[in-house]
Structure formats: structure tokens, C-alpha cells
């Protein structure tokens, strides 16, 4: 049943190789005159920062190089960037990178016109002014934060990755240039393909799901179980590349607004505990999950095997929602995604602190979305299940 739905984007979306060139006369536009360019280490070495400096000085727009974000960015990362930002009188930003220096770059934006500390912002709707405008610049077929109202920061006192949501928080310019992604390393390709898949198969089945994301979703599906192996198999192949971005794109403005599930959920508490990467949380909860809620909403979950190539005709939706969950698991199986003993060989450290990461985990909200109830301890032996 068709019901009232809101749909939010960025103001200009540049999109496909080549499209850096052109963010110009989008930031003259702006009317701004000094930028805190967000970024990291690998960004600055591998020359996109000075690309980026070179195409805002052409447009007489000066820029501060903050290059301190790590991966998964903290509360540390952003008083930095917030100092630097004051100092040197920005009045705009640009994240250039993957999740890590745009999230970083939002969080700044936050601090920059609201005041306060960044986990003052935990949670929806919590950000009351406009932050100064983004430009965030992807360099990784992942996240789809250029897009998104979301940033996720590290709260480093009480171990928890805060989710932040505000449609203040959209960047003003989305720039998702394939170009950029071809240095990523297989991994990395691995681990952000799998989260961008991930934002796409939750915000299609999400309790929030509406028309507008599942078309986006179902492409972005459909997208990255075509590309994610080519792209992980060879890095230097721009058509896939290209793919995959667009495909991480679709799926951010997905689940942008029809909101991530319970892999979502359980994953930030991994990556708060053990420091693990974004994308490989979700990867290694993926399985576990499809399995888990597939017979929630199968005619769903057939919709994932036929974007996934899966032969349906003739079979009943439950029958074609099982070939997605077997589909799902061979992409994971195929870009070689780790169990989390792997990561966490001793299970003893892994398992002490399920109970409070079953806890977080339900307090994000996310799981709430999800088509199938989940308890908290059910979450726990999810959790057991994925190691
Ligand atoms: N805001 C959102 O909507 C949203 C959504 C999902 C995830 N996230 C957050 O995003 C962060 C993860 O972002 P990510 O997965 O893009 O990883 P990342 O930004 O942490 O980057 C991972 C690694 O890849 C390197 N890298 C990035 N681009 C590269 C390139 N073009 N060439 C070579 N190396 C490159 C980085 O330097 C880093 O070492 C997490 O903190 C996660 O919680 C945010
Ligand atoms: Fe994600």
C-alpha cells in the first residue's frame, strides 16, 4: 500500500569518469572563498589533494589541507579538523576520500555552525542549524556518504560508533568520480563493494523501504553482482569500476532514505569494539542475516536473486528468496570475505562483550527496520554464528 514518503539528495550529484574535472564552476557557484580540504595520507600521496587544491585555485577558492583522518574517523579527528577550520577562517568543506575523511568533513561542518561536542549529535534529527556546505568527493565505490544525511563518528570514550542523521548533514556537491577508485586495493574494493551491496539489500527490504529507493536499491543491486568481481579481480578495469560507483551511489541515496537494517545495526558495534573496517563488518554479518530474515519478506529476497542472475521463473517466491540467500554467499565467498575469528582469533575476547554490543546495536535503531523482529539475544547468537 502506497503510503506519504520524503526523499532527500544532495543539490547537484557529478557523476562518471572524468566528472572531478568539473567541480569548478559548482563550487563558484557556492560563492565561498576558503575550503578545509578533509582528507587522509593516502589522498595526499597519491596526488587527488593537489588535484583538487589546482581545480578550486583555477576558480580563485583558497584551500587548508587537514590531512590527519584515519580510518574510522573519531571525535579526535574532528576537534583537529574543527581547529583547523577556525584557525584559518574556512567558510566551507570538502571531504575528498572514502567514508572515513567525508564523515569527517560532515562532523566538522556540524561542529562548525552548532557548536558543542560531536556526541551531542548522536542520534536523528539532533543537528538545529545548517552546517557550511560540502563538497564530498568519493574515492570509494562504498559508502555512499556523498550522498547521504548520515555521518558516523567514534566516540572514543564509551566505545561507541555514533550514528549521526540530519538533513542538514547532505553534502551540497556529491562527486562520484570512477577515475579516483582505481588505486583502491583489492580488499578495500572487496570490503566497500560489500557495504555498498549491503546498504542496497537492506534499504530494499527495510520497513521503510518506498518506490523511489527500491528501484535505486534493486540497481544497485543488480550493478554490483555483476562488477564487485571484475573490479576486485582487476582494479584497472574502468568499466567496472565505473559500475560499481554508480551502483554505490544508487545505494546510498537508497538507504539515505529508506534507512540500513540490522546488519547496519550489528556491525558499527563490531567496528566501536575491535577497530575492524566498516565494509568487512558488514561482509561478515551479511550471511548470517540474509539467512536470519528471508522468510520475513521472500518476494523480496527473490527480487535479490533475479538482480543477481539467479534462474526463478517457475519457482515460488520462497523458493526464489532461498537462490538470493545462496547468491549472497557466494559473492561473499568469491571476493574471499574473512569469518570474524579471523579477525578476532580469540573468541573468548569476542564473545565478552556481545551482550553490550547486542545492546548498542538495538539502541542505533537500525535493527528496528529490519523486516524480521530480532531480539537482543537473538543478536547475540548471530553474532556467534558469523564467527
Ligand atoms: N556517512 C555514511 O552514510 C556512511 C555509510 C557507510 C559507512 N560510513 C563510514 O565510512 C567509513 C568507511 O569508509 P570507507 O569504507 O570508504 O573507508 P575509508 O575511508 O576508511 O578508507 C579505507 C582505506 O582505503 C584508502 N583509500 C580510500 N580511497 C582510496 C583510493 N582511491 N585509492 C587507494 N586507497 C584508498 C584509505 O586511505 C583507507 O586507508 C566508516 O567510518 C563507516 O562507518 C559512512
Ligand atoms: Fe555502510
Not at 96 to 125: C, E, F, H, R
Not at 175 to 202: I, K, M, N, Y
Not at 212 to 227: P, R, V
Not at 242 to 251: E, R, Y
Request: aromatic content about 6%.
Amino acid at each position: 500500500m502506497m503510503r506519504p514518503t520524503e526523499f532527500r539528495m544532495p543539490q547537484v550529484l557529478l557523476q562518471g569518469p572524468g566528472c572531478l574535472a568539473n567541480i569548478g564552476k559548482e563550487v563558484k557557484r557556492l560563492g565561498k572563498k576558503k575550503a578545509l580540504l578533509v582528507t587522509d595520507k593516502i589522498m595526499v600521496k597519491a596526488g587527488y589533494a593537489a588535484q583538487v587544491e589546482k581545480i578550486l585555485a583555477d576558480v580563485q577558492v583558497e584551500s587548508v589541507l587537514f590531512d590527519g583522518v584515519g580510518t574510522e574517523p573519531t571525535d579526535v579527528y574532528v576537534e583537529e579538523g574543527l581547529k583547523v577550520y577556525r584557525e584559518s577562517e574556512c567558510d566551507f568543506l570538502v571531504g575528498l576520500g572514502g567514508g572515513s575523511p567525508i564523515d569527517t568533513a560532515k562532523a566538522v561542518g556540524i561542529l562548525a555552525t552548532n557548536g558543542g561536542q560531536i556526541t551531542d549529535y548522536m542520534g536523528a534529527d539532533k543537528v538545529g542549524t545548517p552546517t557550511p556546505p560540502v563538497v564530498a568527493i568519493a574515492t570509494t565505490s562504498g559508502t555512499g556518504s556523498e550522498v547521504t544525511k548520515f555521518t558516523i563518528i567514534a566516540d572514543t570514550k564509551n566505545n561507541v560508533k555514533m550514528l549521526i542523521g540530519s538533513p542538514f548533514v547532505i553534502p551540497m556537491i556529491a562527486v562520484a568520480d570512477p577515475v579516483l577508485t582505481l588505486s583502491v586495493p583489492p580488499q578495500v574494493t572487496a570490503a566497500t563493494g560489500l557495504d555498498a551491496f549491503c546498504h542496497a539489500v537492506e534499504a530494499l527490504v527495510s520497513k521503510k523501504e518506498q518506490p523511489m529507493t527500491d528501484l535505486l536499491a534493486l540497481n544497485a543491486i543488480k550493478l554490483i553482482g555483476t562488477y564487485l568481481r571484475k573490479a576486485w579481480c582487476n582494479g584497472d578495469d574502468l568499466e567496472a569500476r565505473a559500475q560499481m560507483m554508480l551502483a554505490s551511489t544508487q545505494a546510498g541515496l537508497a538507504f539515505n532514505n529508506a534507512s540500513v537494517t540490522l546488519i547496519h545495526g550489528m556491525s558499527r558495534p563490531i567496528g566501536a569494539v575491535f577497530h575492524v573496517p566498516h565494509g568487512i563488518s558488514n561482509a561478515v554479518l551479511l550471511p548470517v542475516w540474509a539467512e536470519f530474515t528471508y522468510i520475513a519478506k521472500p518476494e523480496k529476497f527473490a527480487l535479490i536473486a533475479e538482480a543477481m542472475g539467479e534462474k526463478v521463473a517457475g519457482l515460488s517466491s520462497l523458493e526464489a528468496a532461498e537462490k538470493g540467500v545462496e547468491a549472497i554467499k557466494r559473492l561473499c565467498r568469491d571476493v574471499e570475505v574473512p569469518p570474524i575469528r579471523t579477525l578476532v582469533p580469540d573468541r573468548e575476547a569476542f564473545e565478552k562483550p556481545l551482550e553490550k554490543m547486542a545492546h548498542d546495536a538495538v539502541v542505533s535503531g537500525s535493527p528496528g527496520n529490519n523486516p524480521r523482529f530480532v531480539t537482543e539475544a537473538q543478536i547475540v547468537e548471530l553474532y556467534k554464528k558469523a564467527y
